[in-house]
T-cell receptor, first 114, second 115 residues
């Protein structure tokens, strides 16, 4: 099976712009989660989608949003970019997202905000 | 508060020696514990997990982890380290509380294996 794919791999934006990141989960996986990774804050949970519904949300401002499509592909949007949004954004997919369900991660999108 | 801690920022070990990367957790109820590895400019790769049952869990690339409920620990181990094992290792616990369901990660431990 193909793994989790994320596009684009690298992005450079300027402050105030918005950005959309895309994630295609492993075939058959219906849970998609997003994480932000920075040197200072480590890995932080953004949100999780299951069957097109946001099931969980982390402590991020409303500028961060996402959605999931009927084929389980997911997009994440960040509006009004700030310098502090520079990070590696990781997407992970799982069969159900339940307790013991394994999340498999994509390679990430490296976002740089200038 | 539910959390996971990796007390060592870096672990140094010589190739061929056994390695241990430590992880302790704090969670209500039964824990679901995971180990991931991250190579430079890559995403996280799943190594192994503990759900229930045998306290010794075997995973990918010769890694194993021992679940210890009394010490609330889930240390990652490998009998003989390889230079190629050098990477950043993350321990994670799944938090299940009400409607909340998410993975909480430790701060990561950099493993450096010297030839």
């Amino acid at each position: 099976k193909a793994g989790v794919t994320q596009t684009p791999r690298y992005l450079i934006k300027t402050r105030g712009q918005q950005v959309t990141l895309s994630c295609s989960p492993i075939s058959g996986h219906r849970s998609v989660s997003w994480y932000q990774q920075t040197p200072g804050q480590g890995l932080q949970f953004l949100f999780e989608y299951f069957s097109e519904t946001q099931r969980n949300k982390g402590n991020f401002p409303g500028r961060f949003s996402g959605r999931q499509f009927s084929n389980s592909r997911s997009e994440m949007n960040v509006s009004t970019l700030e310098l502090g949004d520079s990070a590696l954004y990781l997407c992970a997919s799982g069969v159900s997202g339940g307790g013991g369900d394994t999340q498999y991660f994509g390679p990430g999108t490296r976002l740089t905000v200038l | 508060a539910q959390s996971v801690a990796q007390p060592e920022d870096q672990v140094n070990v010589a190739e061929g020696n056994p390695l241990t990367v430590k992880c302790t957790y704090s969670v209500s109820g039964n824990p679901y514990l995971f180990w991931y590895v991250q190579y430079p400019n890559r995403g996280l790769q799943f190594l192994l997990k503990y759900i229930t049952g045998d306290n010794l869990v075997k995973g990918s690339y010769g890694f194993e982890a021992e679940f210890n409920k009394s010490q609330t620990s889930f240390h990652l181990k490998k009998p003989s380290a390889l230079v190629s094992d050098s990477a950043l290792y993350f321990c994670a616990v799944r938090v299940l509380r009400g409607a909340t369901n998410k993975l909480i990660f430790g701060t990561g431990t950099l493993l450096a294996v010297q030839p």
